[in-house]
């Protein structure tokens, strides 16, 4: 079974520093892995889409890195900021299981000022 | 710009009545469309998705059906309802199949009674 696992499940931090979060998943044969933003009881917002190909994106103060062969994404959040606050989830698509986007269950993310 | 519809926003409803979720997308033609599912304590799971009118295929065996009956709409229907259906239920499309990214809206919130 394809599973996609999250650590650590929340996350408090004071402003300004920077941060990773990890997610880890069971199939290298993954065709792409992507990061979303969750706001409390709002869709998702996608921040970062990783090919199979690629080793990692970046956008702002997000870098996002892919390892196949060890199974393993990381968000890298730098000088955070309370707008940052939300539950980040990364998400797989495996070469062998269609279309369907397995999600992990997320990081809830606090960021106090 | 493309924009991703959902209503309602929120949905309390009793054991056994039916069920119709609707989500319309604007801007794009000929997109992919996935129905979601995030239950309480659990990860997103893909219901549905759709290639086109009319094509629908099923990712988890359930009392849920979906239906597409124009380009730009896709619709989550249920004849009877269970405890179980209440979460947040989630419409997306992309481009492409698996290799793109997916644009979720904002989501319908299901309580089931």
């Known amino acids: 079974k394809q599973e996609v696992t999250q650590i650590p499940a929340a996350l408090s931090v004071p402003e300004g520093e920077n941060l990773v979060l990890n997610c880890s998943f069971t199939d290298s044969a993954i065709y792409n892995l992507q990061w979303f933003r969750q706001d409390p009881g709002k869709g998702l917002t996608s921040l970062l889409l990783i090919q199979s190909s690629q080793r990692e994106q970046t956008s702002g103060r997000l870098n996002a890195s892919l390892d196949k062969s060890s199974g393993r994404s990381t968000l890298y959040i730098a000088a955070s900021q309370p707008g940052d606050s939300a539950t980040y989830l990364c998400a797989a698509t495996f070469s062998n299981s269609g279309y369907a986007l397995n999600f992990g269950k997320g990081t809830s993310l606090l960021v106090t000022p | 710009s493309q924009t991703i519809h959902q209503w309602p926003v929120t949905l309390v409803q009793p054991v056994g009545s039916p069920l119709s979720l609707e989500c319309t997308v604007e801007?794009?033609?000929?997109?992919?469309l996935y129905w979601y599912r995030q239950a309480a304590g659990r990860g997103l799971q893909l219901l549905f998705y759709s290639v086109g009118i009319g094509q629908i295929s099923s990712e988890v065996p359930q009392n849920l059906s979906a239906s597409r009956p124009q380009d730009r709409q896709f619709i989550l229907s249920s004849k009877k309802l269970l405890l179980s259906d209440s979460g947040f239920y989630l419409c997306a499309w992309s481009v492409g199949l698996g290799e793109d990214t997916q644009y979720f809206g904002p989501g319908t919130r299901l309580t089931v009674l």
């Open positions: 801007g794009t033609s000929n997109p992919n």
